[in-house]
């Protein structure tokens, strides 16, 4: 197996252990026995479990950051449209049977504390949906906090629905953006 085959079995398959274990809960052995690939591939490709760790919350960063722009610009047509369908999109993620959660707030719950490169991706995830987000609250002429509120909004239901696994938290977080939004309409 060529690194680049290996770099992606490995990322695949510690993303899926992650998700279903917690990342500290889970070694570089499970992860090769999981994966197939060899140790010295492995070490070879990621030298260390931090670098995997950070390798996958990158990838995870560029899926989700795609996706959801994509599924912005597929089902709605302004700004206060794409703001609402946000937590639609979070509905679907939140109804998908492997869902266990937000990986960049577990991630950071587990290591952000003592690996700030982990602490780093997490926040700049986090603030990439708050970006998003204030596209559209500016594009309607709405005062900057709105995006910080419906940000707010959105990784709250992340938590409450990782938590209870119930994908309901995103459509009282919608409810709730819908009312904010409405409100800084002009």
């Given at each position: 197996m060529d690194a680049e085959a290996a770099e992606l079995k490995l990322l695949d398959t510690?993303?899926?252990?992650?998700?279903?274990?917690?990342?500290?809960?889970?070694?570089m052995?499970?992860?090769?026995?999981?994966?197939?690939?060899?140790?010295?591939?492995l070490y070879q490709v990621f030298p260390s479990k931090d670098l995997l760790v950070e390798a996958v919350l990158r990838r995870r960063d560029e899926t989700v950051r795609a996706a959801l722009t994509a599924h912005g610009?597929?089902?709605?047509?302004?700004?206060?449209?794409?703001?609402?369908?946000?937590?639609?999109?979070?509905?679907?993620?939140?109804?998908?049977?492997?869902?266990?959660?937000?990986?960049?707030?577990?991630?950071?719950?587990?290591?952000?504390?003592?690996?700030?490169?982990v602490a780093t991706i997490a926040r700049d995830?986090?603030?990439s949906l708050r970006a998003?987000?204030?596209?559209?609250?500016?594009a309607l002429g709405a005062p900057p906090v709105l995006a910080d509120q419906l940000a707010l909004l959105a990784n709250g239901a992340m938590a409450?629905?990782?938590?209870?696994?119930?994908?309901?938290?995103?459509?009282?977080?919608?409810?709730?953006?819908?009312v904010l939004l409405d409100?800084?309409?002009p």
């Amino acid at each position: 197996m060529d690194a680049e085959a290996a770099e992606l079995k490995l990322l695949d398959t510690a993303e899926r252990l992650f998700d279903e274990r917690g990342v500290q809960s889970v070694g570089m052995d499970a992860i090769r026995t999981a994966s197939g690939v060899s140790l010295k591939r492995l070490y070879q490709v990621f030298p260390s479990k931090d670098l995997l760790v950070e390798a996958v919350l990158r990838r995870r960063d560029e899926t989700v950051r795609a996706a959801l722009t994509a599924h912005g610009a597929r089902v709605a047509d302004g700004p206060y449209e794409r703001a609402l369908a946000v937590f639609d999109w979070l509905a679907g993620w939140f109804a998908e049977p492997e869902f266990r959660g937000c990986a960049f707030i577990n991630t950071f719950g587990e290591l952000g504390g003592v690996a700030p490169a982990v602490a780093t991706i997490a926040r700049d995830h986090k603030e990439s949906l708050r970006a998003y987000l204030a596209e559209q609250t500016d594009a309607l002429g709405a005062p900057p906090v709105l995006a910080d509120q419906l940000a707010l909004l959105a990784n709250g239901a992340m938590a409450v629905a990782g938590i209870t696994g119930s994908p309901e938290p995103a459509a009282q977080a919608k409810a709730a953006a819908r009312v904010l939004l409405d409100a800084a309409r002009p």
